[in-house]
C-alpha cells in the first residue's frame, strides 16, 4: 500500500498511480457526478490516464496534487481530492469529487479540511479557491463547512459565471 499524507477520523488520504485508473474512472466517469463539473461531461478512461499522469509530474514538481481517498475501515477508494494549479494557473485552487453513494456524508468536507491543513503545514499555502457551479449547493456547502467564504462570482470567457470561493490560512493554521 502506498503511504498516506493524511490521515482522518473516517478518511485515508494517499497519492495516486497507474493502478487506480478503474477507481478514478468510476468517479469522474459518472454522467451524474460530473454535470457540474467543466462542461458537464464525463470523463473517459485514457483522460484518466493522462491526469494521473500529470498528477504524478505535480507530485516531482510541487510535491502535491490530487489524491485518493480512501474509506478507513474498508480501504475502498471512494473518491479524490486535492490542491491543483488547473490550467497552468499560479495560485492553488481544491478540487474534490467522490463515488455518488459516499455524497451527503460530511465526507468531502472532511477532505476538504484535511487537506487545506496539510497544504498550509508542509507547503505554507496560505490562500486557495475553489469553483463551484452556482447551481451546485452541495458543493457549496461542503466548502463553507471546510471554511472557505464566497467572493465575486467570475465571469468566463463563454459568458457563464463560477462562483468562487477562497481561504485563507489562520495565524493558528500555521502554528500546526
Not at 487506480?20 to 473517459?44: C, H, K, L, Q
Amino acid at each position: 500500500m502506498k503511504p498516506l499524507i493524511i490521515e482522518t477520523a473516517r478518511l485515508r488520504v494517499r497519492r495516486i498511480g497507474p493502478e487506480d485508473v478503474n477507481a478514478m474512472f468510476d468517479v469522474y466517469g459518472d454522467a451524474e457526478a460530473m454535470r457540474w463539473v467543466d462542461d458537464g461531461s464525463p470523463i473517459t478512461r485514457a483522460e484518466c490516464e493522462e491526469w494521473i499522469r500529470v498528477t504524478r509530474k505535480n507530485y516531482e514538481v510541487r510535491g502535491y496534487g490530487m489524491f485518493a481517498l480512501l474509506d478507513h475501515e474498508s480501504s475502498e477508494i471512494i473518491g479524490f481530492c486535492g490542491l491543483v494549479h488547473p490550467g497552468g494557473q499560479t495560485g492553488v485552487e481544491i478540487k474534490y469529487a467522490l463515488k455518488r453513494e459516499f455524497w451527503g456524508k460530511g465526507l468531502a468536507t472532511e477532505a476538504v479540511k484535511a487537506l487545506l491543513a496539510w497544504g498550509a503545514d508542509c507547503f505554507g499555502i496560505n490562500h486557495v479557491i475553489a469553483t463551484v457551479d452556482p447551481e451546485n449547493k452541495a458543493s457549496q456547502r461542503v466548502l463553507l463547512k471546510a471554511g472557505l467564504q464566497a467572493v465575486d462570482p467570475r465571469t468566463n470567457d463563454d459568458g457563464s459565471i463560477t462562483q468562487v470561493f477562497e481561504w485563507n490560512a489562520s495565524p493558528s493554521d500555521a502554528d500546526r
